[in-house]
């Protein structure tokens, strides 16, 4: 049986476990995008069992439990997974006052990471402020 028709979990993370699958990260109201980033097993697993969403840091190199020191956290809320099980989409509920590392001009954290887009000149434009 292939993976777009089976029950069965096949996500593949390599043989040690540490191969990156990428995680689009949405408001499970709005269906905003929040964040795209990465998990390996370990964060996969992680955010399953404490349903707090769990990414795997590439800069850092280690698990990041999304809002352990801001405390913005991201409730799961449920886990959908694409036809070739080789990437996820996290539906959450902010539980924070924002999704973002990036702060806005007082300070606050910003709801989405995706808070620009690249005008048809190339400049980028903020959404909000």
Not at 2 to 20: I, M, Q, R, V, W
Not at 21 to 50: C, G, K
Not at 71 to 95: A, F, H, K
């Amino acid at each position: 049986m292939n993976k777009e028709s089976t029950h069965t979990l096949e996500l593949d993370f390599g043989p040690d476990g540490e191969a990156l699958i990428p995680v689009v990260t949405q408001d499970s109201r709005s269906r905003e995008v929040l964040i795209l980033a990465y998990a390996n097993r370990r964060a996969f697993e992680e955010t399953r069992a404490s349903g707090q969403a769990t990414y795997y840091s590439r800069s850092r190199q280690e698990l990041w439990k999304k809002g352990l020191t801001s405390g913005d956290l991201l409730r799961v809320d449920e886990i959908l997974i694409n036809c070739e099980q080789n990437s996820l989409v996290y539906l959450v509920t902010p539980l924070g006052k924002g999704a973002c590392h990036a702060k806005t001009k007082d300070g606050q954290p910003r709801r989405s990471c995706f808070y620009r887009r690249i005008t048809p000149e190339g400049r980028l434009e903020f959404l909000e402020e």
